[in-house]
């Protein structure tokens, strides 16, 4: 028995190597990948060199550039506008929508509500004064039309400070606009080790390099090892020069429904973008292609009349009409912009909407779109819309 269990024990230790598993003799005789390449000096490499391995430090540096971070970065060619742009011609009211008001002839009359034109309740109702009378029958504001407003002695002076940027040549990859407070992380993911690094305010402008969906989050990159939160945060504007069809002239603007936000495209280059507010469901903006066909220096608005989405504002200033009552225009009464609130317009701050009126004409072009797919495109299901 001993003799059989040691010639069994002479015959496994003189097996040859090929009757080893093909997978151990591969690994055995198969030298490591790159072993004894030269390693390339530090740099960027979009092709595969023939004399060098592109790794380690090279490999960081070629896919920042593949994503257009070439280091040092290139900056934004911006600037913001003008801020006189934003200031407004008028002295404007808000009134208590659950009690709407009047415009009568005289104090007295406009103490017994009387004799005069009637705004009802509703959901916006705004107007414009000139003067506030403090008397001892109460606080009333002369209109430059020469009536008199009851008031609770209160003025509305929120405006939105929300600054575009003028460009002075076409980004080449996208950027953003921060529309609320951020944190930037070195990875896409809310993990504990991955603690913010620093934070970005409202109204920064970043460069946005990709754009990646994750587990139902939107994350921009905004540098190397540099991801911010792109849902409701931060809006994205991406550069398209190619003229929507239709267009004539080379002057359109871009509104991008998705992201809220503007471009302005001027004989093929970006000369200005800036975030906001556009129709809420079911109000939407109808996307397609239409020409600004009507310009205003102020326009009063009023709809929904007899109802509690009734609403009246007078003296919308910079006013541009490209489809039916849909409009571009400064919105006075708006403190945040990147989101869906309004009838149907294109919402602006002012001085948005003073930039692009002094830059438009009648004739150019507004293009509407949602890259999402989101909004309908069905005419049928739109009617004048505005505000």
């Known amino acids: 028995m001993k003799r059989i269990f040691y ?62 971070m070439e280091l040092p970065l290139r900056p934004l060619l911006i600037s913001h506008p003008d801020p006189a742009l934003s200031d407004l011609p008028y002295k404007y009211y808000w009134v208590d929508p659950k009690l709407g008001t009047g415009f009568y002839p005289t104090i007295d009359a406009a103490r017994g509500k009387a004799g005069g034109q009637i ?36 003025t509305y002076g929120k405006v939105s400070p929300f600054p575009g ?29 991955n603690a913010p690094i620093r934070q970005l305010n409202p109204y920064d ?9 994750i587990e139902g989050f939107v994350w921009c990159l905004i540098g190397p090892d540099e991801w911010v939160l792109g849902n409701n945060r931060v809006v994205v504007v991406t550069p398209n020069t190619t003229p929507p069809d239709g267009v004539t002239n080379q002057r359109w603007i871009d509104i991008n429904l998705a992201e809220q936000t503007l471009a302005v495209y001027d004989n093929g280059q970006m000369v200005y973008a ?11 903006t109808r996307p397609g292609l239409f020409p600004i066909y009507k310009k205003l220096e102020t326009e009063t608005m009023q709809g929904g009349g007899g109802t509690s989405e009734y609403y009246y504002l007078e003296k919308v200033p910079w006013t541009m009409y490209f489809d039916k009552a849909r409009a571009l225009h400064g919105a006075y009464w708006r403190a945040k912009f990147g989101y869906t609130q309004s009838h149907g317009c294109v919402n602006l701050s002012p ?3 003073h930039w692009l009126f002094n830059w438009a004409k009648e004739g150019d072009w507004v293009y509407v779109h949602d890259p999402s797919g989101q909004t309908p495109t069905d005419p049928a299901l739109y009617g004048d819309g505005g505000a």
């Not at 980004?171 to 993990?191: S, W, Y």
């Open 165 to 193: 940027v003028e460009v002075h040549g076409t980004p080449r990859n996208a950027f953003g606009f921060v529309i609320q407070p951020t944190d930037v992380r070195r990875e896409p993911n809310f993990l504990p080790y």
């Open 351 to 353: 001085g948005d909407a």
């Open 119 to 154: 705004i009802p309740p509703g959901n916006f109702i705004f107007t414009t004064y000139d003067q506030r009378l403090d008397t001892d029958k109460g606080t009333y504001f002369l209109r430059s039309d020469g009536t008199y407003m009851p008031g609770n002695g209160s």
């Open 205 to 213: 402008v970043v460069q946005v390099y990709s754009v990646q969906r």
């Open 274 to 284: 800036t975030v906001i507010a556009t129709g809420e469901k079911p109000l939407y």
């Open 7 to 68: 010639l069994f024990i002479l015959l496994v230790t003189i097996l040859p190597l090929n009757t080893l598993p093909q997978s151990v003799a591969r690994a055995a005789e198969t030298p490591e990948e790159n072993s004894g390449a030269v390693l390339c000096t530090p740099g960027v490499y979009l092709q595969t060199p023939d004399d060098c391995v592109p790794l380690g430090p090279s490999q960081y540096l070629t896919n920042n550039a593949r994503l257009g």
